[in-house]
């Protein structure tokens, strides 16, 4: 394989800056695009990009967004010789067979790892960036993916010169004078295919099966002071290494001898095949999901209108109680998860939000009322194009958050920033199964962890896992998917392509399937607005046919019912929905008119020539006669009762005097009204009343519940039994003589004890004041002290405040912190940064 | 896509029957689906799993059900609706009770994690004896009732095939002389005989009683037969004897006042049900002969006791008849895992064609209180209610103009107050029969209208009930309730009958307006609308105003 020979470039890089500043425009805005964080902010040259690119954070952002393949990858080159050939990882990841398979995805992988800067140089000198190195490489306290142990040089690194020669004598090779040279040959003879067989031909049976249990990790074993003989064979020829005192360990080198080369159990070259679980005629999943689509819509405004006059109440926290969601759950008779689910969704789409009053409810929003009068399609599109890009997960709803919060609908904390990326990927790989075809729910999850390896199973939630499940739920249920398969106007709104539509264009084998992973994932994660509105536009155009025709009229039967056969036209639905009750809902509407419906709707201002006349024209069967008289009977009674509120009355038996008082300028505050010839009921209360007549100069009595006359006099009212209060005194009480000649005396000898004046002290040194600098140069000097392994000098303030000097020798800096060996305090310890006041290099005849 | 079905998500069925395809549509829905209600234009049929394993039990698959809702259905049906009854259906014949030649009963499976999840239930355990194989379990024999019900009820109904004793031999023929039992008839007793035991559904007056004579000359054995009332049992004796090789002598009647056991023992409810001191005392019956077939008729208003009865007697052959499988107390799973799965379901309009059953003309009549009794309604107790406006002076005016309008058809006013009766009776120069008419002279009155010589007729409730009642083309209720809404229509159907010159029959309510009358009336209208009964409401005034 031709692989970039570096005969016509410029001279290797030797940095990763270099590296860079040699690559164009498109391959560094590909590293750029991949990796966002390294543009936040704008580095101000290369190098400075090189550096951002190696900090910690970044390259285990990158990693993290590395499929299984690329990782493993990274992973070989990290137990590879650093620089390694291309030969040497290629051995490492296709093992002494050379699979084939490997050998075909290797150089894109590579390519990946170098596009996203993780690895530099030629193939001649490949280099993963350090921190990689150093996350990925095998250590005691994070074993390596690879399995692998520490290589023979690594794990001697301690060793006696003298074990070292018995060693390599024991093994087989001629004694040496240095440690060095006999490491080196040993290493030499772990690596060598032959000699280590021969080697290995010798060994007892017992001892190969030691090696059998070790070589594909962890490599540590445990062994007593002192050994069986099979392990005391192993120990002699260094095929294990002691690391501690009881421990063993498989070196690399005859790991990897062992593995036939491979750093891998299995490379995953190839990605898991997403594989269809049923294929459906395309026009039946499209039907299916359209019908969900609209049972979606149905939903949503069955919820709204569940809220209209007020929804529940917002919890203090935030969102929505556990039994306001059952009720709802209840009212739209879904299972609570899903219920969360459309409650989200309307949120999310701005059609609920809460009124922010002070006692504070979900309502619908204005918005609600432009969505509502929007085509069919259209409405579905702005729920669909809001639960693509939402990051908050309904699916967490009923769950606990990391302190053990219940996480409620609506409420914080739902918010997962990897939500829309999953979604837009498990519908990609839906769009990349033929038409019609439904794929297997644990093919897309395995899909997924391929692609996203240290972001799936690892973590112990599995979010990932989690939310490609939701998603795949969630878009049935939205009509995204129908019988589990992508539909037309689904792949629309995503503005994927359309599909391989024929067999023959998937994927049918291992060699086949490589352009599949390689290709760049299509749909691309998120579209633009512009371009979201054009795939969401097309998605209203496919489904727009698919969806029920609003109907004009209903049927009406003798059992006082109506039945809508099929989706009513807005104000139609309206009107039925004040004027009956809904018995039934799904492709039709049932309504039951009842003496309470109807007087609901007479309640709401119709009156019953209009209530007929609407029946008559929307029916397109003649009006059922005891329909039309339950109509005329509940009107019959109608508003024959009226009730009103008083909050007081003037009664009197002569008519003309409460016409004289209703006449009457003055009277207009009291907001009196006749209600009977002999009676007026008031706005005013009984006593304001009372008191306004008499202004007018009348001489009104108050009357009792009963009738009677009330005699006025004065009330007293009186609390229930009190006990006066305690004084609150300003201060302490005050002094008697005794304490305050004695506190006099006390206060005189101490004014005398500081007032004496005294011989002058010692100068306090100058070598006691703390080093300052800022906190740049802080920073620098650390990590320059880190390379250079060299001892500074810092002052350091500590959580109470106590200011101090240490001299330690920095190990690490990362995250803010630095990790250092202090020799004040004799052990290693881990100081923050930030409350690092200075440091300073020991001066030469310091320590 | 433009079927006559639409699919709810209460899993009701809508139907449209102006389309073109209802009739396929129904059909194709029957076997699994209830008829709910059957309103002029849109059938309700429900989906249940007792339906769906009726159908199972039918030899229907999920196939041919999801393909009925699909193929006919307006819109897509939810794939979780097809993927429920796909998976409910597969729960049928899991278990099986059969007969082991060296165990007895016993319980097997097709599946052994339904039987490992169901032997771990509690309720489970005491029923079943040893576990013969891991997909074979003892049961004993007395529970075979009880392992039903709790299987069904943990959602695993055992398919029975452990057969059947044959019972005492008696020899029952049909006597077919110038009749003989119609198609659907004949269909029905053969698929309840190759069954084995269950229940045919047959709407009111399509002759449940000759199906049931039909299995009985089928199963040529003593038979017992309970129902409902002492009228329904002179009404089976009457009909055994017209219609069989059985003569009176060989029926017996068990009831509250006669207390006969013979070859053929016709008993009530009632009786059955009887406790005393704690104790059923007539529950011997059940053992006092070797029955080889037990006849359950109506079976939606079998007593919960009669059930627990029933459980002990799985080794007979059981018939259930009825007119619809909804009980009003919800225990459709007992009658399905004890009486027996569905056999046979007529459709109602094929028989309706046949002329057995026809609608009436049912008009409810609102009559106005005056103000004197609105008061003295208003003030009255509230068990006084009723009666007070039930018996409103205002009905008699109305009553007297009904009868003048249909003078010369027969007509019957039925009430449930003797003071009112006796008032209209006067009124109208009618006779009255109540509870305290003797027999003959109850029969001298029935046969002379029969005969035309009087030709309105007041009864009571009491008379009501009795079996010989005449039919007439015009009946005038004005008081009473009259039990259940399905006792009501089933009455309705026995009394009006079309006449041969095509005369359409009446059923007038008089119902006083604002009252609880109304209410209740709601309830009956209500259940007639979704039988199919037009039928329409008028004020007295106008009808006052008519005449």
Not at chain 1, 109 to 125: F, I, S, Y
Request: glycine share 8%; proline share 7%.
């Amino acid at each position: 394989m031709d692989r970039m020979s570096t005969e016509d470039r410029p001279p290797a890089p030797r940095s990763l800056a270099e590296a860079l500043r040699g690559r164009d425009d498109v391959s560094l805005g590909g590293l750029l695009r991949s990796r966002p964080d390294l543009i936040t902010p704008v580095p101000t040259d290369l190098t400075q990009l090189a550096t951002r690119a190696g900090t910690r954070a970044s390259v285990v952002r990158a990693l993290e967004r590395l499929d299984r393949f690329a990782l493993q990858t990274a992973e070989a080159l990290a137990v590879a010789a650093d620089p390694a050939t291309y030969d040497e990882l290629l051995g490492l990841m296709a093992g002494d067979e050379a699979d084939p398979a490997v050998v075909a995805a290797l150089p894109h992988a590579l390519d990946t790892l170098r596009e996203q800067a993780l690895v530099w140089g030629g193939d001649d000198r490949l280099r993963l960036v350090r921190t990689a190195r150093e996350l990925l490489a095998p250590a005691p306290q994070h074993p390596s993916p690879t399995g692998l142990g520490p290589t023979v040089q690594e794990a001697t690194a301690g060793m006696s010169p003298g074990r070292i020669q018995e060693i390599v004598v024991a093994a087989g090779l001629p004694s040496t004078h240095d440690s060095v040279s006999a490491v080196t040959a040993l290493s030499g003879l772990f690596t060598h295919r032959k000699r280590m067989a021969a080697l290995l031909a010798g060994a007892p049976a017992d001892s190969l099966e030691v090696l059998e249990r070790l070589v594909w990790g962890p490599p540590y074993g445990q062994v007593t002071p002192d050994p069986a003989p099979r392990l005391r064979w192993l120990l002699d020829r260094g095929l294990l290494l002691p690391t501690a005192p009881g421990t063993v360990v498989l070196p690399r080198e005859v790991a990897l001898h062992l593995r036939r080369g491979l750093a891998h159990r299995t490379p995953e070259p190839v990605p898991p095949v997403v594989e269809a679980a049923a294929v459906h005629r395309p026009q039946v999943v499209d039907s299916t999901a359209a019908g969900q689509a609209y049972t979606a819509l149905a939903t949503v405004e069955e919820l709204l209108k569940d809220w209209d006059e007020g929804g529940p109440a917002v919890l203090r926290a935030g969102g929505l109680s556990v039994r306001d969601l059952k009720r709802t759950s209840v009212a739209l008779d879904a299972s609570e998860p899903v219920a969360a689910f459309w409650v989200e969704l309307a949120y999310a789409a701005g059609l609920i939000a809460s009124d922010g009053e002070a006692d504070e409810r979900y309502a619908a929003t204005p918005e609600y009322d432009e969505w509502r009068e929007l085509p069919a399609a259209e409405r579905w599109s702005r729920l669909a194009t809001a639960w693509l890009a939402a990051t908050r997960t309904a699916g967490l709803v009923g769950g606990r958050d990391a302190k053990d919060r219940t996480l409620s609908a609506l409420g914080p904390g739902l918010d997962r920033s990897a939500a829309p990326e999953v979604r837009h990927r498990v519908l990609g790989l839906l769009a990349g199964l033929p038409e019609g075809a439904a794929p297997d729910a644990g093919s897309v999850l395995a899909r997924l962890r391929w692609e996203r390896p240290l972001r799936g199973d690892r973590r112990e939630d599995d979010l990932r896992g989690r939310l490609a499940e939701w998603a795949l739920s969630e878009a049935e249920l939205l009509g995204v998917t129908g019988r589990g398969a992508l539909s037309a106007h689904g792949r629309a709104l995503l503005g994927a392509p359309a599909a391989p539509s024929g067999p023959g264009e998937a994927p049918s084998g291992p060699g086949d399937k490589l352009p599949v992973h390689h290709r760049p994932a299509p749909p691309r994660a998120r579209l633009s607005p512009a371009e979201q509105a054009v795939a969401s536009a097309a998605a209203v155009r496919l489904l727009t046919p698919l969806l029920p025709e609003p109907l004009d009229h209903v049927l009406l039967q003798a059992d006082l019912t109506a039945v809508a056969p099929g989706p009513l036209e807005k104000h139609l639905a309206d009107m039925l929905g004040v004027l009956a009750d809904v018995e039934s809902k799904g492709g039709a509407t049932v309504y039951r008119f009842t003496p309470g419906s109807v007087r609901r709707a007479l309640d709401a201002g119709q009156a019953a020539s209009d209530l007929h006349a609407f029946l008559t024209a929307h029916s397109r069967t003649p009006v059922p006669q005891p329909l039309a008289y339950l109509i005329d009977d509940v009107a019959r009674r109608h508003g024959q009762l009226r009730v009103g509120a008083a909050s007081a009355y003037v009664r009197c038996d002569d008519d003309a005097v409460l016409s004289e008082i209703l006449a009457d300028k003055r009277a207009a505050a009291l907001g009196l009204r006749r209600l009977a010839p002999t009676v007026l009921a008031a706005q005013a209360d009984p006593a304001g009343l009372l008191e306004g007549l008499r202004a007018m100069g009348f001489a009104p009595a108050a009357e009792s519940a009963e009738g009677d006359v009330l005699i006025t006099r004065a009330l007293a009212h009186r609390t229930p039994p009190r006990s006066a209060p305690e004084p609150v005194p300003d201060g302490p009480p005050v002094p008697d003589d005794t304490l305050l000649a004695a506190a006099l005396r006390a206060i005189r000898a101490g004014d005398l004890a500081s007032t004496t004046p005294r011989k002058p002290g010692t100068a306090p040194t100058a070598g006691g004041e703390l080093p300052r600098t800022g906190s740049a140069e802080t920073l620098a000097t650390m990590q320059a002290a880190v390379l250079t392994g060299e001892a500074v000098w810092i002052g350091y303030v500590n959580a109470e405040g106590t200011a101090s000097q240490r001299v330690i020798a920095p190990i690490r800096v990362e995250g803010g912190f630095v990790t250092a060996y202090d020799h004040t305090a004799d052990e290693v310890r881990t100081y923050p940064l930030h409350r690092v006041t200075g440091v300073a290099e020991l001066a030469d005849d310091a320590g | 896509m433009n079927g006559p079905l639409i699919v709810q998500s209460d899993k009701t069925l809508l139907l449209e029957v102006d389309h073109e395809q209802a009739d396929d549509c129904r059909r194709a829905i029957a076997p699994f689906a209830e008829l709910e209600r059957a309103p002029e234009h849109i059938h309700t049929y429900r989906v249940t799993p007792l339906g769906l394993w009726n159908a199972r039990a039918a030899g229907h698959d999920a196939e041919q059900v999801v393909d009925a809702l699909v193929q006919f259905s307006r819109y897509p049906v939810p794939h979780a609706l097809l993927v429920d009854i796909a998976e409910t259906m597969d729960r049928y014949g899991r278990l099986t009770l059969s007969k082991h030649p060296a165990h007895g009963l016993v319980l097997t499976t097709t599946d052994r994690p339904v039987l490992e999840e169901v032997l771990r239930s509690k309720r489970i355990a005491p029923l079943v004896g040893t576990r013969i194989d891991p997909d074979t379990v003892a049961v004993h024999p007395s529970e075979r009732g009880q392992i039903k019900q709790t299987l069904l009820k943990l959602g695993w109904p055992a398919e029975d095939l452990a057969g059947y004793v044959d019972g005492e031999a008696h020899a029952i023929e049909l006597a077919e002389d110038g009749w003989a039992l119609r198609p659907y008839q004949k269909q029905a007793v053969e698929n309840f005989w190759h069954g084995g035991s269950g229940v045919v559904v047959l709407p009111c007056g399509a002759g449940k009683t000759l199906v049931g004579a039909g299995a009985m000359a089928q199963a040529k054995s003593t038979t017992l037969i309970l129902v409902t009332n002492t009228v329904s049992a002179r009404q089976w004796k009457h009909e055994l004897v017209r219609r069989t090789s059985l003569t009176e002598d060989e029926i017996g009647e068990y009831s509250g006042t006669r207390k006969e056991i013979r070859p053929v023992t016709i008993a009530t409810y009632q009786v059955l049900t009887t406790k005393r001191k704690g104790v059923y005392p007539h529950l011997e019956l059940f053992d006092s002969r070797d029955w080889g077939l037990i006849v359950y008729d109506e079976v939606h208003l079998l007593p919960a006791p009669v059930f627990k009865f029933t459980a002990d007697l799985q080794a007979r052959r059981r018939l259930g008849l009825t007119a619809t499988l909804v009980r009003e107390d919800g225990r459709e799973s007992d009658v399905f895992s004890l009486i027996g799965p569905k056999r046979f379901d007529a459709p109602w309009k094929e028989i309706e064609a046949q002329g057995y059953i026809a609608p009436a003309d049912c008009v409810e009549v609102r009559v106005s209180l005056t103000d004197a009794e609105r008061l003295a309604y208003a003030t009255a107790e509230t068990e006084e209610k009723y009666r007070f406006c039930a018996t409103t002076d205002t009905k008699r005016k109305v009553t007297e103009a009904i009868v003048r309008r249909f003078a010369g058809q027969q007509i019957l006013v039925i009430g449930q107050y003797i003071d009112q009766l006796d008032e209209l009776g006067e009124h109208l120069g009618a006779p009255v029969i109540k509870g305290e008419t003797s027999n003959a002279q109850r029969e001298k009155l029935f046969d002379a209208f029969r005969e035309g010589e009087i030709s309105v007729l007041v009864v009571s409730k009491v008379a009501n009930f009795s079996i010989d009642l005449p039919e007439a083309t015009v009946a005038i209720q004005v008081s009473g309730t009259f039990g259940s809404r399905q006792e009501e229509a089933q009455r309705l159907g026995r009394v009006l009958r079309p006449k041969s010159d095509g005369h359409q029959a009446h059923f007038y309510s008089v119902v006083a307006r604002d009252t609880i009358d109304q209410d209740f009336a709601a309830h009956r209208q209500r259940f007639l609308a979704e039988q199919g009964y037009a039928y329409r409401i008028v004020d007295a005034d106008e009808l006052l105003a008519e005449s």
